[in-house]
Nanobody, 130 residues
Framework: QVQLAESGGRSVQAGGSLRLSCADS????????MAWFCQTPENEREFVAV????????KYSDSVKGRFTVSKDSNKNSMYLQMDKLKPEDTAVYYC???????????????????????WGQGTQVTVSS
C-alpha cells in the first residue's frame, strides 16, 4: 500500500531556501508519476511540480518555474522539492502525490490536476515571512 509522508516544512524568511522530502517504502517508485501540490485555507489545492516515473522529465507551474526543482531518487524511495528564492506567497501546506502510470505522461495536462493522483501525503507547512 502506498503511504506518502512529507517532511521538511518550516518557517523561513523571504529569499531563503527549503528542501521538502516525500518518502514511502510501500511501492516501486519507478512505476509512479509523482507531484507536489500546495494549498492555502482560501484556495483549492494547486499544482506545483511533477516528475515522471523514471525521474527524467519534470514540469512546473509558472509561479515556481526557475525557483523550485523537483527530483526523485527511486533507490531511496524519496522525492524532493528544492525551494529557492522563496516568497511570502509560497506560504502554504505542501502535499506530495502519486499515481501509477505505464509511461511518461507528464506532458498530459491531467498531470497538473489533483484529481489525477490516487495517493496523497498529509502535508507539510511552509511559511515564508517578509
Amino acid at each position: 500500500q502506498v503511504q506518502l509522508a512529507e517532511s521538511g516544512g518550516r518557517s523561513v524568511q523571504a529569499g531563503g531556501s527549503l528542501r521538502l522530502s516525500c518518502a514511502d517504502s510501500g511501492h516501486t517508485w519507478n512505476m509512479y508519476e509523482m507531484a507536489w501540490f500546495c494549498q492555502t485555507p482560501e484556495n483549492e489545492r494547486e499544482f506545483v511540480a511533477v516528475v515522471s516515473r523514471n525521474g527524467a522529465s519534470t514540469k512546473y507551474s509558472d509561479s515556481v518555474k526557475g525557483r523550485f526543482t523537483v527530483s526523485k531518487d527511486s533507490n531511496k524511495n524519496s522525492m524532493y522539492l528544492q525551494m529557492d528564492k522563496l516568497k511570502p506567497e509560497d506560504t502554504a501546506v505542501y502535499y506530495c502525490a502519486a499515481v501509477r502510470v505505464a509511461g511518461d505522461f507528464i506532458s498530459d495536462s491531467r498531470s497538473t490536476k489533483s484529481t489525477y493522483y490516487d495517493y496523497w501525503g498529509q502535508g507539510t507547512q511552509v511559511t515564508v515571512s517578509s
